[in-house]
């Protein structure tokens, strides 16, 4: 539990597991402190007869086939599963990717998949063509639903509840262990993309069954990787997943395995500064006439506000801004030009500022759940809080010349 002083004390607590995880054992002699890359295809042994023992041991983060992970990857499995609170991790080549795989492992043809409507945009277009090609039914629950509300939606053929928690556009906090209890008692599995709540928010403590992350966010850190990782807590569950991502092809190369283990390393000082700059600007955004709400999980006005204090240990440093209703779509784009730390962009999670317009770029089932004044979303970096909030001001200035 934590409060509005304290959005930053689950990445302080993360030091030491990041710092030494995911490191190989040193051998005689000595190691150096970052394991080098390890780069390869083949993979040789010295005989057909631990050749054919190695490929059992695909469950167990061996190296068999540079297709099937590399030692590289395999460290960092064990990191990404160590800070989630998981026993196994699959590392695939995008965070999209980590959404997808999950999906196409655990669902058949005739099965019923339930997505809360804050999902990630391209999880709803794979969901709305790739699985409804295959044979999946698809529906959607309002994030912010109850308990007997998100029933209402469960069918005889659910398998999956898919959720994002807060939602990257809305930012709406969900109960997770409600949503975990009603997919148990109905025979399904809840799958969490976790990636604003990486280090945070404990999923398998939770009740969840498959934390998703975008690697390209937070673990790597510098804007400069893409890649995914799926983390369970369950043998069976870990099974399923791995032959599904081997048959699949799903890895992702070393060197993007290297850069984000070294930025992980990092992650927990970042983040804690990020967290606190961010939670600073989105104070103060909420005492500016122009801003008709700031989504902030931190923020008592928040949706599920009430979650985040009980479920999370700290914050991330992405969040929502709507514009009052004085304002258009064009005067925030003339506004979002002039800013000059901010860049535009998508993605967030590195260490540099960004800002995105979130007003028509958002589909959903239900209408209520979006804001329908214009609205943006800002990832703050690493920069001086003092400077930020000098180019938010100078670019309110451009919004009033707008009008």
């Known amino acids: 539990m934590t409060d509005r002083n304290g959005v930053d004390t689950g990445w302080q607590k993360l030091g030491t597991a990041l710092t030494h995880a995911g490191r190989p054992k040193a051998p005689e002699g000595g190691v150096y402190v970052n394991p080098p890359v390890e780069r390869g295809s083949t993979v040789l042994f010295p005989s057909l007869e631990s050749m054919g023992k190695r490929g059992l041991e695909r469950y167990n983060h061996a190296s068999i086939y540079g297709a099937m992970g590399s030692p590289t990857q395999h460290e960092l499995e064990k990191l990404i599963a160590k800070i989630e609170g998981g026993t196994d991790c699959q590392i695939v080549s995008s965070g999209l990717a980590a959404c997808t795989t999950p999906l196409l492992a655990f669902l058949k043809a005739g099965d019923h998949c339930l997505l809360a409507d804050s999902v990630y945009g391209p999880t709803r277009r794979f969901a709305e063509n790739m699985l409804r090609r295959f044979g999946v039914d698809i529906s959607y629950f309002p994030p912010c639903a109850s308990r007997a509300e998100v029933e209402d939606y469960i069918q005889p053929n659910t398998r999956i509840i898919f959720t994002e928690s807060p939602g990257s556009h809305t930012f709406e906090v969900q109960d997770i262990p409600m949503l975990a209890d009603v997919a148990h008692k109905n025979g ?14 404990a999923p398998f403590e939770h009740g969840v069954d498959v934390s998703i992350q975008a690697l390209t966010k937070y673990p790597s850190g510098h804007s400069d990787v893409i890649a995914g990782a799926i983390t369970v807590a369950d043998q069976a569950c870990w099974r399923t997943l791995r032959d599904a991502s081997i048959q699949l092809g799903q890895l992702a190369g070393p060197d993007d395995c ?11 000082v970042r983040l804690a500064q990020q967290a606190r700059t961010a939670l600073q600007i989105a104070t103060w955004l909420q005492e500016r006439p122009e801003v008709a709400q700031v989504l902030h999980p931190a923020l008592p006005d928040c949706p599920g506000h009430a979650f985040w204090k009980r479920d999370f240990t700290g914050a991330g440093s992405l969040f929502g801004v709507v514009l009052n209703n004085t304002y258009t779509q064009k005067n925030m784009e003339r506004m979002i030009n002039a800013m000059r730390l901010f860049g535009i962009g998508a993605s967030w999670g590195g ?5 995105l317009p979130t007003t028509g770029g958002i589909t959903r089932s239900f209408g209520t759940e979006q804001p329908s004044d214009p609205a943006f979303r800002l990832q703050i970096g690493l920069e001086n809080v003092q400077d930020l909030i000098a180019d938010l001001e100078q670019a309110f200035n451009a919004l009033h010349h707008a009008l």
């Open 188 to 201: 399904a599995l809840l799958f969490l993309d976790n990636t604003w709540g990486f280090g945070i928010f």
């Open 258 to 268: 290297w850069l984000t283990l070294r930025g992980l390393r990092t992650m927990g």
């Open 351 to 355: 260490y540099e500022s960004l800002v």
